[in-house]
C-alpha cells in the first residue's frame, strides 16, 4: 500500500506534515517531464497576460490574474483533499505569496514593455539562480551535469541576445529590462521556496494558500487602479486562472520529487512557446540567430533529461 509520504498531491498540509514527509529526490524522469509541463502551462498564461498588462493597469492585472487563480485553485481543493490546511501551513504559504507577487509584478510589466520572446529570454537566468538558491537555502549539490546543461541552455540565450543586437532590434526598455531580471531572481527564489515547503505542505495546499494569499494581498491596490472589463477579457482571465493553477500545480508535484538545479532547466522550453505565440499572436518574426539559440536550448533540456540515473530496482 502507498505510504503517506507518497500522497502529497490530494493529502492536506496537516497529514504532510504528520508524516514526516522529506524531499524526495526521483530518479525516474517524470519530475522533469511533469516541470516541463508545467512550464507550458505557464506559457499559455503568459500570452494570455500579455494581453491583459498591456490593456489595464499592473495592479489590476495582477489581481485579476490570481482571483481567477484562487477560484480554480479552490474548487480543485475542494474535489480532491481532505481537511483544511493548517495554521503553520498559511503562515508559510503567507511568506512566500509575497515572492510569487513580486515575480509576477516584475513579468507582467516585462511583457507589457518588451517583445514576448525578448521578455521570456531575459528570465531565462531564473535556471542558474535556482540551482545558485537551491545550494544556499536547501543544501543540494549542483550535479555536474545539471550546471553543463544551464550553462549549454544560457548560452542559447545569449546567441538569441547578440542576434537581436545584430539585427538592429529595438533598444532595451531599461525598466523592462529590469523588470525581466527581477522576476528572474523571485521566480527562481519562488521555485525553491516551493520544493522546501513541500516537506510540509500538500501540493495542494501550496497551490491554493499561494493564489488566496497573492490575490489578497494584491486586491486593495487593484481595486483602485480598476477599470471596466471587456467580456472577452473575461474569459482569456478565466482561462488564464485555468493554465496558471495546472501549471503551478505540475511545478509543485514536480518540485518536491527532485532538485531545483535539474528541474530548473526546463525552463528553458518556455522560449519555444514564446517564439510561437510572438509569431502567431503578435507578429514577432524569429531570426536565424533565435532559432540557433532555441536549438542550444532545447539540446540542453534533452541533455538533461536522458542524463537522469535509473532507479534500481528493489
Known sequence: MESARHRTFAGPSG??????VAMRNEASLRPILMSGLGVTFLAFLDTGMKVISTTYPLMQAITMRYGAGAVTAMVIYLLFAKGWPSPAAFRRNAVRAVVVLATAACFFTAISRLPLVEAITLTFL???LMAVLGRIILKEAIAVRALVAILVGFAGVLVIARGQEAGGAHAFDVIGLMAALGCAFFYALSMVLMRQQSSQ????????????FAFLFVLPAGAWQWQPVKLEHWLITATVGLFGTFGHLCLAWAYARGHAARLGIMEYTAFVWAMIFGYYLFAEVPTNWT?????????????ATFSVPRARAA
Do not use: H, K
Open 291 to 303: 532559432l540557433a539559440g532555441a536549438a542550444l536550448i532545447m539540446a540542453a533540456c534533452l541533455f
Open 201 to 212: 505542505d500538500s501540493t495542494l495546499t501550496i497551490v491554493l494558500l499561494s493564489n488566496c
Open 15 to 20: 497529514e504532510a506534515a504528520a508524516a514526516g
Open 126 to 128: 531564473a535556471p542558474l
